[in-house]
């Protein structure tokens, strides 16, 4: 048939527009054609633009000093740093809210997922009216309403709620007290570091034995129990390195302690029970997903309600959730660029907001925060992706 | 053997009813409250967790409230409760934001001729398709002229006037609209067998996917005057329009692909077999049954694009949330932050969820598999 009509299209030289090869080739052409001009219009218009407003282009900025104040730093900033180290300081901020962000989300997300298929019924209307009402106002509102209306609403620095002095929440932030490190501090880490390989260590071994015959192993209570074990007898035995220096109220506001700023109370809030609510639905989907005759089974075989949810249930759910929840996770992180609407500092806020104004590079500014947000959604797809491999259904 | 006589006569002990505690308020209460020690803490929580919240939260709201006056002065008496006094003296910036007072006929006449349009689709009215045909040619003309005026004897409000509800509308009906047919041409180019095609198609959904919509809002605002011939100039209106249209027409282009992925490739081959082209087999066959999958994932977009116009703020629109905001600010109404961001989620809330009913209703109706 292919023969035929290579034979028809030959013997119909006039007629080549009706060739769909042909066609589809000049199409294309045309296309790139097109999108070559434009952007070459655009170019031109942009450069004549910025010789004519006198604003220089390349990224030479990043060296030069930035000359304000960001309120949250992770790695020591000053007004004499440059615009580069401006730009780290608020990747990493941006990093941390949406970390503490995806963590809490998670969380709270299955809770209120699993509470709604309960069958108790007045925890499962209370996870209904959550997740319906959550997911139907805004983000950037919910925002809004607990930095503005709970937050700033809260009392000053000398009236401020205090829990057993060393906990203090008032206007100014959540202040708490900080370990400061003296001589032999690193035998805590080193010892954290170590119970950790161990607790890896047990489980993997205590899973081999299971499968090998069958025989329990308390895995988890133990690892958790050598983690949190091996600091403290470290700290013990090396006599205690660490104090904690308490926040103390001096004239007008607090000093010492470590204090997590409002911005960041309100976005974390804001964000994490927003996303949960998706979250919520995700869950709830992907275990509804799981067959009824798998949780009938798991009763038969005797394994109690928690068991069979952890053991039949959620790891055939976490299949059905694992590409959605990629969704929300990537979501949550391009939604952690609204903290910029209360000046919590992060890429948006510093990078396109103060970075942008003291410069007026637009073009390099923008093109830069969008790179970053683009790395992190392929690399954020490219882990989930990994691990729903891992996790995939091995059919054989 | 035996006699006829003493036949054994059956007679069944009637039934005795269940056991008090399975029926009634007291088995329903055992059955889904108090079955097992763990599900009973849970019920007592909750119910603590509720007579904690909503008592309060009632008096806040209603019974300490105060609802009269015309200033602050008003709210004095009850510091308790809620000051609606102001969203009162407010409401009309709420809806209109500084739309001339005498003109603000025309919003309301554009917002209850398209409800009324919309509403009538979604029920089974007789001329629907002429409604609908309606809603997506002329309704969006005579929409822009009676809302910016300055012709046919209608004085010229300036979109720099538009706020509040109107322009939180304005923004996402024109973005949902204008981004549909965008959108349709992205997937049907991200399906095609031209690789050049595919290519440009695929980068631009992917890189409007993966950045925030506050940064291509922020491109919009900053960089389009750049792009622009110097002279030539937007106004901020349009510059979110521009923002919103392309951001939502990446994600609408997913939301078709999903669509013509599902359209069995039966379709496809059938169509060719009839000789049916390019244009006509898609347009003929395959999108009607693809868009008709995915109504429902269209709503749902409308409804995130609804919550996301929040954030035109950064072009200098003032929408409902902006009005709200910056209302709060003034002098007169300071530390009424509560009312407002109250009103404002209430008000958005009955938009997305009237919206999200209204995406299940048709996702039933149009649930034409044999599916149980």
Same mark, same amino acid.
């Given at each position: 048939?292919?023969?035929?009509?290579?034979?028809?299209?030959?013997?119909? !030289?006039?007629?080549?527009?009706?060739?769909?090869?042909?066609?589809?080739?000049?199409?294309?052409?045309?296309?790139?054609?097109?999108?070559?001009?434009?952007?070459?219009? =655009?170019?031109?218009?942009?450069?004549?633009?910025?010789?004519?407003?006198?604003?220089?282009?390349?990224?030479?900025?990043?060296?030069?000093?930035?000359?304000?104040?960001?309120?949250?730093?992770?790695?020591? &900033?000053?007004?004499?740093?440059?615009?580069?180290?401006?730009?780290?300081?608020?990747?990493?901020?941006?990093?941390?809210?949406?970390?503490?962000?995806?963590?809490?989300?998670?969380?709270?997300?299955?809770?209120?997922?699993?509470?709604?298929?309960?069958?108790?019924?007045?925890?499962?209307?209370?996870?209904?009216?959550?997740?319906?009402?959550?997911?139907?106002?805004?983000?950037?509102?919910?925002?809004?309403?607990?930095?503005?209306?709970?937050?700033?609403?809260?009392?000053?620095?000398?009236?401020?709620?205090?829990?057993?002095?060393?906990?203090?929440?008032?206007?100014?932030?959540?202040?708490?007290?900080?370990?400061?490190?003296?001589?032999?501090?690193?035998?805590?880490?080193?010892?954290?570091?170590?119970?950790?390989?161990?607790?890896?260590?047990?489980?993997?071994?205590?899973?081999?034995?299971?499968?090998?015959?069958?025989?329990?192993?308390?895995? &988890?209570?133990?690892?958790?129990?050598?983690?949190?074990?091996?600091?403290?007898?470290?700290?013990?035995?090396?006599?205690?390195?660490?104090?904690?220096?308490?926040?103390?109220? !001096?004239?007008?506001?607090?000093?010492?302690?470590?204090?997590?700023?409002?911005?960041?109370?309100?976005? =974390?809030?804001?964000?994490?029970?927003?996303?949960?609510?998706?979250?919520?639905?995700?869950?709830?989907?992907?275990?509804?997903?799981?067959?009824?005759?798998?949780?009938?089974?798991?009763?038969? =075989?005797?394994?109690?309600?928690?068991?069979?949810?952890?053991?039949?249930?959620?790891?055939?759910?976490?299949?059905?959730?694992?590409?959605?929840?990629?969704?929300?996770?990537?979501?949550?992180?391009?939604?952690?660029?609204?903290?910029?609407?209360?000046?919590?500092?992060? =890429?948006?806020?510093?990078?396109?907001?103060?970075?942008?104004?003291?410069?007026?590079?637009?073009?390099?500014?923008?093109?830069?925060?969008?790179?970053?947000?683009?790395?992190?959604?392929?690399?954020?797809?490219?882990?989930?992706?990994?691990?729903?491999?891992? !996790?995939?259904?091995?059919?054989? | 053997?035996?006699?006829?006589?003493?036949?054994?006569?059956?007679?069944?002990?009637?039934?005795?009813?269940?056991?008090?505690?399975?029926?009634?308020?007291?088995?329903?209460?055992?059955?889904?409250?108090? *079955?097992?020690?763990?599900?009973? $803490?849970?019920?007592?929580?909750?119910?603590?967790? $509720?007579?904690?919240?909503?008592?309060?939260?009632?008096?806040?709201?209603?019974?300490?409230?105060?609802?009269?006056?015309?200033?602050?002065?008003?709210?004095?008496?009850?510091?308790?409760?809620?000051?609606?006094?102001?969203?009162?003296?407010?409401?009309?910036?709420?809806?209109?934001?500084?739309?001339?007072?005498?003109?603000?006929?025309?919003?309301?006449?554009?917002?209850?001729?398209?409800?009324?349009?919309?509403?009538?689709?979604?029920?089974?009215?007789?001329?629907?398709?002429?409604?609908?045909?309606?809603?997506?040619?002329?309704?969006?003309?005579?929409?822009?002229?009676?809302?910016?005026?300055?012709?046919?004897?209608?004085?010229?409000?300036?979109?720099?006037?538009?706020?509040?509800?109107?322009?939180?509308?304005?923004?996402?009906?024109?973005?949902?609209?204008?981004?549909?047919?965008?959108?349709?041409?992205?997937?049907?180019?991200?399906?095609? *067998? +031209?690789?050049?095609?595919?290519?440009?198609?695929?980068?631009?959904?992917?890189?409007?996917?993966?950045?925030?919509?506050?940064?291509?809002?922020?491109?919009?605002?900053?960089?389009?005057?750049?792009?622009?011939?110097?002279? +030539?100039?937007?106004?901020?209106?349009?510059?979110?329009?521009?923002?919103?249209?392309?951001?939502?027409?990446?994600?609408?282009?997913?939301?078709?692909?999903?669509?013509?992925?599902?359209?069995?490739?039966?379709?496809?081959?059938?169509?060719?077999?009839?000789?049916?082209?390019?244009?006509?087999?898609?347009?003929?066959?395959?999108?009607?049954?693809?868009?008709?999958?995915?109504?429902?994932?269209?709503?749902?977009?409308?409804?995130?694009?609804?919550?996301?116009?929040?954030?035109?703020?950064?072009?200098?629109?003032?929408?409902?949330?902006?009005?709200?905001?910056?209302?709060?600010?003034?002098?007169?109404?300071?530390?009424?932050?509560?009312?407002?961001?109250?009103?404002?989620?209430?008000?958005?809330?009955?938009?997305?969820?009237? +919206?999200?009913?209204?995406?299940?209703?048709?996702?039933?109706?149009?649930?034409?598999?044999?599916?149980?």
């Amino acid at each position: 048939m292919a023969k035929d009509g290579a034979a028809a299209g030959e013997a119909r !030289k006039s007629s080549l527009i009706h060739d769909p090869a042909f066609r589809s080739i000049a199409f294309q052409i045309v296309l790139l054609a097109l999108v070559l001009f434009v952007g070459w219009y =655009l170019f031109q218009n942009t450069t004549q633009n910025l010789a004519s407003r006198n604003i220089a282009s390349g990224f030479g900025f990043l060296d030069q000093p930035a000359g304000f104040d960001i309120i949250q730093t992770l790695i020591p &900033f000053s007004q004499s740093a440059t615009y580069g180290e401006a730009f780290i300081v608020a990747l990493l901020n941006t990093v941390l809210i949406s970390a503490f962000g995806i963590v809490f989300a998670t969380i709270i997300g299955f809770i209120v997922g699993i509470a709604r298929l309960s069958n108790n019924w007045i925890v499962a209307r209370l996870a209904t009216v959550y997740v319906e009402t959550l997911r139907n106002i805004p983000l950037l509102l919910q925002i809004f309403f607990w930095y503005f209306a709970v937050l700033r609403a809260l009392p000053g620095p000398r009236d401020s709620h205090n829990a057993f002095d060393a906990f203090f929440l008032n206007q100014r932030g959540l202040y708490f007290p900080a370990p400061v490190m003296e001589d032999g501090f690193w035998t805590i880490p080193v010892a954290f570091l170590i119970g950790v390989a161990i607790a890896f260590g047990v489980s993997r071994w205590a899973r081999k034995r299971l499968m090998e015959t069958g025989r329990q192993f308390h895995s &988890f209570w133990v690892g958790l129990g050598v983690i949190v074990a091996l600091p403290v007898l470290a700290a013990l035995v090396t006599g205690v390195p660490f104090t904690w220096e308490l926040p103390e109220l !001096k004239g007008f506001n607090f000093k010492g302690g470590v204090v997590v700023i409002p911005e960041f109370m309100a976005v =974390l809030f804001a964000l994490s029970l927003y996303t949960a609510s998706f979250i919520a639905e995700v869950v709830r989907s992907g275990i509804l997903a799981v067959s009824k005759g798998q949780t009938e089974a798991a009763h038969a =075989l005797g394994l109690r309600h928690g068991l069979t949810l952890r053991l039949v249930v959620i790891p055939q759910a976490l299949r059905v959730m694992i590409p959605p929840m990629t969704s929300q996770y990537l979501n949550l992180l391009k939604n952690s660029s609204l903290g910029a609407a209360v000046g919590y500092p992060e =890429l948006v806020a510093v990078v396109a907001g103060t970075v942008l104004n003291q410069t007026g590079q637009a073009i390099e500014v923008i093109a830069l925060t969008m790179a970053v947000y683009l790395t992190f959604s392929l690399l954020i797809s490219l882990f989930m992706n990994w691990y729903n491999a891992r !996790k995939a259904l091995v059919e054989r | 053997m035996s006699t006829d006589t003493d036949a054994y006569v059956f007679t069944p002990t009637p039934p005795q009813p269940p056991p008090a505690n399975t029926v009634g308020v007291v088995g329903w209460l055992r059955g889904n409250l108090f *079955n097992g020690w763990f599900n009973s $803490l849970l019920t007592i929580a909750a119910i603590y967790l $509720l007579y904690l919240t909503i008592p309060p939260l009632i008096n806040w709201a209603f019974l300490s409230a105060t609802f009269s006056g015309t200033d602050r002065t008003a709210c004095e008496a009850s510091p308790d409760g809620a000051c609606w006094t102001f969203i009162k003296v407010r409401f009309n910036q709420i809806l209109f934001g500084f739309y001339p007072d005498g003109e603000q006929w025309r919003p309301i006449v554009t917002f209850v001729v398209g409800l009324g349009a919309l509403v009538s689709t979604v029920f089974r009215t007789p001329a629907r398709r002429w409604t609908v045909l309606f809603l997506l040619t002329l309704y969006p003309v005579a929409a822009f002229f009676l809302l910016a005026g300055g012709y046919f004897g209608l004085t010229e409000v300036e979109t720099a006037k538009w706020g509040g509800l109107t322009v939180t509308l304005v923004v996402s009906v024109t973005g949902i609209v204008a981004s549909f047919p965008i959108g349709i041409v992205l997937a049907l180019g991200r399906r095609s *067998n +031209m690789p050049i095609v595919r290519s440009a198609c695929v980068v631009f959904i992917e890189l409007v996917r993966g950045v925030p919509l506050i940064s291509v809002l922020f491109m919009a605002s900053v960089m389009l005057p750049l792009f622009l011939p110097e002279g +030539m100039n937007f106004n901020k209106l349009l510059r979110a329009l521009v923002g919103v249209t392309l951001f939502t027409a990446a994600y609408m282009a997913e939301v078709v692909r999903g669509g013509l992925q599902a359209v069995p490739k039966g379709q496809y081959e059938g169509a060719a077999a009839l000789g049916l082209g390019y244009w006509r087999m898609m347009i003929l066959i395959i999108l009607p049954q693809a868009l008709k999958l995915v109504i429902p994932s269209i709503v749902n977009s409308f409804i995130s694009l609804f919550k996301d116009t929040t954030l035109v703020y950064i072009v200098g629109l003032f929408d409902v949330l902006e009005i709200i905001r910056v209302s709060t600010k003034d002098a007169n109404w300071i530390g009424l932050e509560k009312e407002g961001y109250v009103f404002a989620a209430l008000m958005f809330w009955v938009f997305c969820f009237a +919206m999200s009913r209204v995406s299940l209703r048709i996702e039933k109706r149009l649930d034409t598999s044999h599916r149980k």
